[in-house]
């Protein structure tokens, strides 16, 4: 049970690491999904996310604590019945990412997703949110 332990610590530990390219596949699906995603890029982050939920509220930060040179990253966050999903990104080169939110079923006002990208280069990145 101790050795679970620490090792489950040391994966935690590299999967939370700063890196130099960061081209993480990532993939969260819950009943509730209020996971979150920490990805910390040096230099570039081309990772996916995707986060779906019947309610989500899933949160995704890329460069929030490092900031990443160039983000050209996707990511996709479902709710079914509810999204309130929260994506922030920042880049101090150029921001090309593509970013999906959206929720499938329900009246409105079901998408209260929010992001929020700051970029000292070229931001030519997409938002789709419905």
Do not use: C, E, W, Y
């Not at 929030?64 to 309130?84: D, E, H, I, K, Y």
């Not at 409105?108 to 992001?115: F, G, H, K, S």
């Amino acid at each position: 049970m101790r050795k679970l332990f620490f090792a489950s610590v040391a994966v935690l530990a590299l999967s939370s690491a700063a890196q130099a390219a960061n081209t993480a596949t990532t993939v969260q699906v819950g009943i509730v999904n209020g996971s979150s995603v920490n990805q910390q890029g040096h230099v570039n982050d081309s990772s996916t996310t995707t986060q779906l939920g019947f309610l989500n509220s899933a949160t995704t930060m890329q460069g929030t604590t490092t900031p990443s040179l160039n983000n050209a990253s996707s990511v996709t966050q479902v709710g079914v019945f509810g999204n309130s999903a929260t994506t922030g990104q920042v880049a101090t080169g150029n921001n090309t990412s593509s970013i999906s939110q959206s929720t499938l079923f329900g009246l409105p006002p079901n998408n209260a997703a929010a992001v929020g990208q700051l970029g000292l280069g070229i931001n030519s990145s997409t938002i789709t949110q419905h």
